[in-house]
């Protein structure tokens, strides 16, 4: 080893070694807290304690089986129920920036699936944002679920073909019809996008109510010569 290698090697241990110092005395001087249950959370890089993300409700195929799959889908996916721990999740993913989240919540997801909901070829395509809504959050929050599975899975993710043409009213107090009315037309294709060989996508989202989002983005797809649209989500109501 000359001396230049031996002198970076040392600058990069101390850099190491400093880097450490600085997050042990932060953990000391203000310890994580888990964003959802306010309890100490050991590890720096999570704002989720390990205890709430095993407390997430898997829905049980009876209920999912249940639920009406929208027209232009071919199949539905809601992972979790969405009761109070995943909508403390979902909601610091969507307003406070943890972007962590949305990856583990992906990987939680990935490793829930059942064989051939997600084929090799399958596009994982995150639902996007109206361009306003995108710039005022700073991200689209769908696209780190989708980063979280395809970290698993090793799907390929495309966020450049769909684009939310609507900046839609929120959904919350809409009614199934009127929520279906209300995405009319919400969705496009980017025009600089080739959808040959593209056959299969999954769109992801956080949350599935009516799938009247999902339904929209699917009419576009499939208009566009898409085979099979399917959807996958965080989390649904029972
Ligand atoms: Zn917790």
């Known amino acids: 080893m000359n001396s230049s290698a031996v002198s970076i090697d040392k600058k990069s241990s101390l850099k190491t070694i400093t880097r450490e110092l600085y997050q042990g005395l932060t953990s000391l001087f203000f310890p994580a807290i888990c964003t959802v249950c306010d309890q100490r959370i050991d ?9 709430c993300w095993s407390a997430l409700k898997v829905l049980s195929a009876d209920i999912v089986e249940a639920k009406p799959t929208p027209e232009q889908l071919d199949a539905i996916l809601p992972v979790f129920e969405f009761e109070d721990t ?24 990935a490793k829930r699936l059942s064989k051939g909901y997600l084929l090799k070829e399958s ?6 944002l109206h361009p306003n809504k995108k710039r005022e959050r ?24 769909l684009k939310r043409v609507k900046n839609t009213i929120t959904q919350t107090h ?20 080739d959808l040959s060989g593209i056959t299969s996508v999954v769109l992801i989202d956080d949350v599935f109510t009516t799938g009247a989002t999902m339904n929209a983005a699917a009419a576009v797809l499939k208009s566009s010569g898409v085979v099979s649209v399917c959807g996958l989500t965080a989390a649904a109501p029972i």
């Open 43 to 51: 590890e720096s890089k999570t704002v989720v304690c390990k205890h």
């Open 86 to 109: 995943i909508q403390k999740i979902i909601h610091g993913l969507k307003y406070s920036g943890y972007k962590s989240s949305g990856l583990h919540l992906g990987r939680l997801i």
């Open 123 to 128: 596009i994982l395509m995150p639902v996007p």
């Open 138 to 161: 700073g991200y689209n929050q769908s696209l780190y679920i989708a980063r979280g599975i395809a970290e698993i899975t090793g799907n390929i993710i495309r966020d450049d073909v």
């Open 174 to 193: 809409l009614n199934a019809h009127e929520r279906h009315e209300n995405m009319r037309d919400a969705f496009a294709i980017n025009r600089c996008c």
